[in-house]
């Protein structure tokens, strides 16, 4: 099993979600010290480096699913797979009836949305068809990963990783 890996140097702040980067000497494990703005990444096979951030309906490794299947499928980053209409009432089911603190949507979650959004979007259907594409891809988180959201990942064949910064010194977390 090769293992990809990527210049420190590459991964330099800036805006978008797409990163080039060249092979090199150190491991996926070695950039999670080096993202200053960006919170979660995959390393595809062709050795673009995809990232993902926290927003007002998604956590940043559902983020993260979303950009890596648009870069494997050729789609604009710029597009949205799944649209703020089913996004918003699936946030308000989890707080309001649920009882959930965050209505954010974890990566299963936003899965099923996809899946939902592909019946009408065939663009969504395309991004559905890449899930293949993740296997031996590496991801590298820097966020606190949820259970759900590793095991996600680890069953669609990705090497996970994760060097978590905590927003406030707790002794457990959740």
């Given at each position: 099993m090769a293992q990809h890996r990527v210049r420190r140097d590459a991964l330099q702040a800036g805006a978008g979600n797409v990163v080039g980067v060249n092979?090199?000497?150190?491991?996926?494990?070695?950039?999670?010290?080096?993202?200053?703005l960006e919170e979660v990444v995959v390393l595809l096979p062709d050795g673009r480096v995809i990232t993902g951030k926290t927003s007002s309906l998604l956590g940043a490794s559902a983020a993260l699913l979303l950009n890596a299947l648009k870069a494997l499928g050729g789609i604009d980053?710029?597009?949205d797979l799944i649209s703020n209409q089913v996004l918003e009432p699936?946030?308000?089911?989890k707080t309001e009836s649920l009882g959930h603190k965050n209505p954010r949507l974890h990566s299963d979650e936003v899965l099923i949305s996809l899946c939902v959004s592909a019946l009408t979007n065939p663009i969504a259907a395309l991004a559905q068809r890449q899930l293949p594409g993740l296997k031996g891809c590496g991801a590298h988180f820097t966020v606190v990963l949820s259970d759900v959201?590793?095991?996600?990942?680890r069953r669609l064949g990705m090497h996970v990783s994760y060097e978590a910064k905590y927003e406030r010194q707790r002794l457990y977390y959740k």
């Open positions: 092979v090199a000497d150190e491991g996926v494990g070695g950039i999670g010290s080096q993202l200053l980053e710029e597009l699936i946030c308000r089911l959201d590793e095991k996600l990942y």
